[in-house]
Nanobody, 115 residues
Framework: QVQLVESGGGLVEAGGSLRLSCVAS????????MGWYRQAPGEQRELVAR???????KYADSVKGRFTISRDYAKNTVYLQMNSLKPEDTAVYYC?????????WGQGTQVTVSS
């Protein structure tokens, strides 16, 4: 059973930065893709950033140039560096990992950006 544990969320002022971490219970090299999604109250869950096993990345238009996804294979960890945060970035952020037909999700971490 794969477990994904997020950390790093919190309250930050607009313009500030946060780094989210997602630690997997096993080697992340086994995943076809990993990424971060977010869900604001009353909204659908949306893709924020994703990286494939080959290293290709995809970002939501709203975060391009501000967020960066990265991996540390030695630590089985995926990061989301978030800079120049805006109030509209406020949401619960979920770590995602995909391996063939299986999807795995973390429990989520709250990010709140005050204006």
């Amino acid at each position: 059973q794969v477990q994904l544990v997020e950390s790093g969320g919190g309250l930050v002022e607009a313009g500030g930065s946060l780094r989210l971490s997602c630690v997997a219970s096993g080697s992340i090299t086994s995943f076809n893709a990993m990424g971060w999604y977010r869900q604001a109250p009353g909204e659908q869950r949306e893709l924020v950033a994703r990286v494939t096993s080959g290293g290709s990345t995809k970002y939501a238009d709203s975060v391009k140039g501000r967020f960066t996804i990265s991996r540390d294979y030695a630590k089985n960890t995926v990061y989301l560096q978030m800079n120049s945060l805006k109030p509209e970035d406020t949401a619960v952020y979920y770590c995602y990992a995909g391996r063939w037909a299986s999807d795995y999700w973390g429990q989520g971490t709250q990010v709140t950006v005050s204006s």
